[in-house]
């Protein structure tokens, strides 16, 4: 999402850091070295599971990394059967981490289906990326 967004987030000031399909090492291998390089700052938006189950030890520790930080998760709509996984571990983790807080992109999509191409995951072009960074930057700026 956030890579089919970045034109739209970068316009309106944010940092984008986003590849196209990312799995979650690699993830979590760029936030490692934006840290390390002193780049994060102020909110952390991180929507990532798109691509597969994301192992909880593995964003406990990155989440851990970013203490300090408000860290903002973006929850998941995709038609795969991580979803729910990934969604409910983005929960738990909110739940014990009080710099943490998820965002339902899940509802949002559902509510926009417009936004979305036929494969119900990537963002359509102007719509569904205008859309989809509008309501990403209200709901982290408010």
């Given amino acids: 999402m ?8 970068r316009q309106a000031g944010a940092t984008v850091q986003a590849g196209e399909g990312l799995a979650y090492p690699d993830v979590l291998a760029a936030v490692r070295a934006a840290k390390s390089d002193g780049t994060p700052r102020g909110t952390v938006v991180l929507h990532v599971g ?5 192992a909880e030890r593995d964003l406990q520790s990155l989440v851990k990394g970013l203490r300090g930080r408000q860290v903002v998760l973006v929850n998941l709509f995709v038609p795969r059967s991580w979803e729910a996984y ?3 571990l ?7 981490n009080p710099n943490v807080t998820v965002l339902d992109w899940n509802s949002v999509a559902r509510a926009h289906p417009s936004w979305l ?18 309501w990403l930057l209200r709901a982290v700026t408010s």
């Fill in 50 to 54: 798109n691509n597969g189950a994301i």
């Fill in 117 to 134: 191409y036929d494969d119900r995951i990537h963002l359509v072009a102007p719509e569904g990326r205008e859309g989809y960074s509008q």
């Fill in 2 to 9: 956030l890579f089919g967004a970045r034109a739209y987030l």
């Fill in 86 to 88: 990934n969604n409910g």
């Fill in 90 to 96: 983005f929960a738990r983790l909110a739940q014990n």
